[in-house]
């Protein structure tokens, strides 16, 4: 026979889940901003007590509405939120299996792709399905298995947020360890993610791979073209990371492949590619600037990796002198319209570093981008 004070508490229950249930949009809101206020980091046994041991049949609601609404909702960060808390409490591994058990992996990966919905609300997504990946390895292999890997890389190339960015690539960083099963698919993926359009997006993935390789071991080599075109970024992290993750690389079986396309970048085809800006710069940052060609940027970059690998390895130095990187570090020294490209080719080459280029006349120039060295 249940005490007085537990039936009090049950009819209080009773009332806020039919106050619930009736309740519209803009009511739903506000009973959505006093749970957050007031049930922020609690643990199952306090969502319990506060719900009279019913906590599960709110859950149960708000992952009912979250299916229902998902698409068009207007308080979607808040329900979200909401949701998290079940999600994070202490012991409340059944408030877990609760959500996942109405399709919640997979309302949260169609959210990423919803091009209408805010970056917040597709934020709060990322760091449920973070929750969900904390469970556990099996938890991790559901996310993978309901494509889960392409939908975040997606996300991870194409947000605006940095924060959003920063959450997705630690949540892809968790796929990829203590995931055996999927590990070399999220490993793909984020080699995906490298030509894309955002320096961050680049950056992060480039950190992400680097940790990565003492749990794939050898290296796709798919790996090569798209780590060459990173080189085309003008930002400074971007290049740092690229050459972070190549030291890397240079342990393992694709180390040939990537040195050859970046002696290969060292010599575009002038005619066709080295068309050199006349055009005034789309980027506001550089307005008024002679900006030379994407090319002319990877020339430089590949230009300078070169040297520092070299300097860091001798047997390197033997293979790239093997694939006459001289005369393509001869070459860039001799593009006079990307004085960057000449700086390190020059102290790759180990020449007076930083001085003699500038004093070349064009006819010099000529000859030496014409020069074909043959190395014995």
């Not at 889960?148 to 949540?171: M, P, R, W």
């Amino acid at each position: 026979m249940t005490s007085v004070k537990e039936q009090e508490a049950t009819r209080r229950l009773m009332v806020f889940l039919q106050e619930w249930d009736s309740a519209h949009k803009v009511a739903r809101s506000h009973i959505l901003d006093n749970f957050i206020k007031s049930n922020d980091s609690k643990t199952e046994p306090e969502l319990e007590l506060e719900f009279s041991q019913g906590a599960s049949l709110f859950l149960a609601r708000l992952a009912a509405w979250l299916r229902m609404t998902y698409s068009y909702s207007t308080c979607l960060s808040k329900l979200l939120r909401s949701i998290g808390i079940f999600l994070s409490a202490a012991s409340g591994h059944r408030y877990l299996i609760k959500f996942l058990e109405i399709g919640g992996v997979l309302i949260l990966l169609e959210i990423l792709g919803l091009n209408y919905q805010k970056e917040e609300d597709k934020r709060e997504s990322v760091k449920l399905l973070q929750l969900i990946a904390d469970a556990g390895r099996k938890y991790k292999e559901l996310i993978c298995e309901s494509y889960g890997v392409q939908s975040l890389a997606k996300f991870l190339a194409t947000s605006n947020s940095a924060e959003a960015q920063e959450d997705t690539q630690i949540l892809l960083d968790s796929l990829g360890h203590s995931n055996p099963k999927y590990q070399n698919q999220v490993y793909k993926g984020l080699i995906a993610v490298l030509p894309c359009a955002s320096p961050r997006a680049q950056q992060l993935t480039l950190q992400t791979l680097r940790v990565m390789q003492d749990v794939v071991g050898e290296v796709p080599t798919a790996v090569v073209e798209p780590f060459l075109s990173v080189l085309r970024s003008t930002h400074l992290q971007v290049q740092h990371e690229a050459i972070q993750l190549l030291k890397v690389l240079m342990a393992h079986q694709v180390r040939a492949a990537l040195l050859e396309g970046l002696v290969a970048l060292l010599t575009p085809s002038w005619r066709k590619e080295l068309t050199f800006c006349s055009e005034p710069a789309k980027d506001p940052a550089t307005l008024g600037l002679k900006e030379p060609k994407l090319v002319c940027t990877q020339q430089a970059a590949a230009a300078k990796i070169i040297g520092v690998l070299a300097n860091e390895a001798a047997e390197v130095a033997e293979e790239l002198i093997q694939m006459k990187v001289v005369h393509g570090l001869m070459v860039a020294v001799g593009n006079l319209d990307h004085v960057v490209s000449q700086r390190y080719a020059s102290i790759s080459l180990e020449d007076s570093p930083g001085t003699w280029y500038t004093k070349m006349d064009p006819l010099q120039a000529e000859v030496l981008a014409s020069t074909v060295i043959d190395i014995p």
